[in-house]
Nanobody, 114 residues
């Protein structure tokens, strides 16, 4: 069993910053890519960013240049530094991890006020 626990969400004004964390625990074996997704009210869940086990990163165009994904492989933790936040970044942010199977966290709410 694998558990992913996100933290760091909250309410911030437009232009502000937040840092999300996601820690994986349990039966972890060959943790590969970790990533972040988000789901705004009434919309489908969308991919935000991902990082491989060797540190290669990719970003959705909507967050490129504002968000930075990183990981601490020793602690099985992935981070998402979010700067220059916009109201359209408001969503529940989910962590995902890929091993033999993939796993989701429970989500953390990010609200950006205008």
């Amino acid at each position: 069993q694998v558990q992913l626990v996100e933290s760091g969400g909250g309410l911030v004004q437009a232009g502000g910053s937040l840092r999300l964390s996601c820690a994986a625990s349990g039966s972890i074996f060959r943790l590969n890519t970790m990533g972040w997704y988000r789901q705004a009210p009434g919309k489908q869940r969308e991919w935000v960013a991902s990082i491989t086990n060797i540190g290669s990163t990719n970003y959705a165009d909507s967050v490129k240049g504002r968000f930075t994904i990183s990981r601490d492989s020793a602690k099985n933790t992935v981070f998402l530094q979010m700067n220059s936040l916009k109201p359209e970044d408001t969503a529940v942010y989910y962590c995902k991890a890929w091993m033999v199977s993939s796993y989701w966290g429970q989500g953390t709410q990010v609200t950006v006020s205008s």
